[in-house]
């Protein structure tokens, strides 16, 4: 658990978040991919965060708060984003993972991986909201993928027994 920071190494803090992004964050392009990178940083089993560079540049603690504090950041701007921006940047994001964008919305239907990107200690109803926004776009992006039959009734073309 971290400890609230005042004082002077709040600023430590500060700077180091504003290093990061300045540095790294600019090459991830949206909310939902920061948002999970900066996921990618967290270790599962202690909730802490790790990044070589900035530890390296700013001590571990204060490193760790600052890719906290620029997790929660990505997290309230997807928050914030319509459904139509969080369809595109799943979009974008399924065009560069290097995957099959049908992989990754099987992968994100079975097992949410999302939920697991939600910085520790949000909102359960904000994350409720962030989760369903992406499992509905998930949803939208999979009926666009090509190869996929039209959704709805196909109306059939036979003539009119009565002209």
């Given at each position: 658990m971290m400890v609230?920071?005042?004082?002077?190494?709040?600023?430590e803090v500060v700077r180091a978040?504003?290093?990061?992004?300045?540095?790294?964050l600019p090459a991830v392009k949206d909310p939902l991919e920061r948002m999970i990178y900066l996921a990618s940083m967290r270790d599962y089993n202690t909730g802490i965060y790790h990044h070589a560079?900035?530890?390296?540049?700013f001590g571990?603690?204060?490193?760790?708060?600052a890719l906290a504090e620029c997790h929660r950041e990505a997290?309230?701007?997807?928050?914030?984003?319509s459904l139509e921006s969080v369809v595109t940047q799943l979009t974008g994001y399924a065009e560069r993972s290097g995957s099959a964008p049908r992989e990754i919305v099987n992968t994100?239907?079975?097992?949410?991986?999302?939920?697991?990107?939600?910085?520790?200690?949000?909102?359960?109803?904000?994350t409720d909201f962030v989760c369903s926004n992406l499992s509905i776009a998930v949803s939208i992006l999979e009926s666009r993928l090509p190869g996929r039959p039209p959704a709805g009734p196909v109306a059939l073309r036979h003539p009119s027994p009565v002209q």
């Open positions: 609230p920071t005042t004082g002077p190494r709040k600023m978040a504003e290093d990061l992004r300045r540095r790294t560079g900035l530890a390296q540049r571990e603690d204060v490193a760790g708060e997290y309230w701007q997807l928050m914030g984003s994100w239907k079975a097992l949410e991986p999302y939920r697991v990107a939600v910085p520790a200690g949000s909102d359960p109803l904000a």
